[in-house]
């Protein structure tokens, strides 16, 4: 079995899983229901196509975005799975690959979910209201969702590494953090937060998309928090596995 056939193998059980259908169905719906209930009014008084209204779409979203990705987690952890990588491990993949590649699938599966969540998006608002410049919508995708999901993966592989228990135990604190944005670090609201108390768009509901440095430094750190903490699970989980 090599290394494409496993990570074809393991795309099947995610992506097909009733879980993760439901899941999706129900991001699905909260983020048209988003777009139609509070993005169409634009973000205190901004433009409902401008980069801040699309900042506080995302935001909204990203809570269950990442419930996904830690419930791709727990796949790994399970008993389940441990009979599955039982099987796996008699073939010559070392173990820190097998574990990268796990990572990776789950990776995939997230961009995956990210693109039907976008998709839902720029549809929404070439429809609604024939925008069709979504190029402006890359720096705050790239800020808001990729350092939080490398941040929760990392965290949720160090948990789940731990004992694969405690993840279900993760997962509703970090939706309740993200959610109230009780750490702006992790979920990013601190953004759109402290910039729009401070300034107020013109007639037209434009409002310049200026990033303070501070906030792109924390966003760069918290993905390099979550890029070393799964490369030392990987490690340690090799480790434990050349033990046995």
Known sequence: MNNLKIMKYEMKR????????VLLLITGWFSYNVLKTKTI????DTAPFSEWSYSSFLLDVNPFLLVIVLMFCTYIFSKKEEAVRTITMTTKIKPTTYFCLKSITITVAYL????????ISFIFYNRVFQFNNFGQFVQPIFLI???SVLFVLGIGMFIGNINGNL???FIPIIFIITNSGALSIIS????VNSILESKVADMMGNLAFNIPQ???ISRISLGVIGILLIVSVCKAYSKSKNKV
């Open 145 to 147: 969702l990729i350092p």
């Open 14 to 21: 995610l992506l097909f899983s009733k879980v993760y259908l």
């Open 112 to 119: 995956l979910t990210v693109a039907i969540v976008i998709a």
């Open 214 to 216: 501070g906030f792109v």
């Open 167 to 169: 993840l279900y135990i």
């Open 41 to 44: 009014y634009g973000l205190n």
């Open 188 to 191: 990013g609201k601190s953004l």
